[in-house]
């Protein structure tokens, strides 16, 4: 369960430097991509592979790696956009996608926490 805690613990460490990136002054979308693909890499070698101790772990899996693969469909628009408005309407949506990988996240580490 420890293992598990902390694994998870990684990746929320990995969302949050991709948040660094998406919210720095000086925005670079090769940057978000190889951070991204880090993240990806991460969750299918270390998370995926997991014993899930309930469903409901489960569930917060499969969520997550919905929220990545979207995560990804953002992060190529965001690199297609022209115009401020469209990039600002971009970035605000990673930012609630990667709000949403940490919640989910943090559901999973919090009750092993309280143990």
Known sequence: MSLNCDKY???ATFIDELR???TAD???TNQLRLN???LQTFFLQQIV???DDNSQQLSYKTEISKQLRLLEVD????QGARHS???QARLKAIEERINTLMRYCQ???QPLADK
Not at 75 to 78: A, K, P, R, S
């Open 9 to 11: 613990q990684e990746l």
């Open 20 to 22: 660094t990136h998406v």
């Open 26 to 28: 000086k925005l670079n």
């Open 36 to 38: 991204l693909t880090h």
């Open 49 to 51: 592979p997991l014993v």
């Open 75 to 78: 992060i190529m628009f965001l």
């Open 85 to 87: 408005t469209t990039l």
């Open 107 to 109: 559901a999973i580490i």
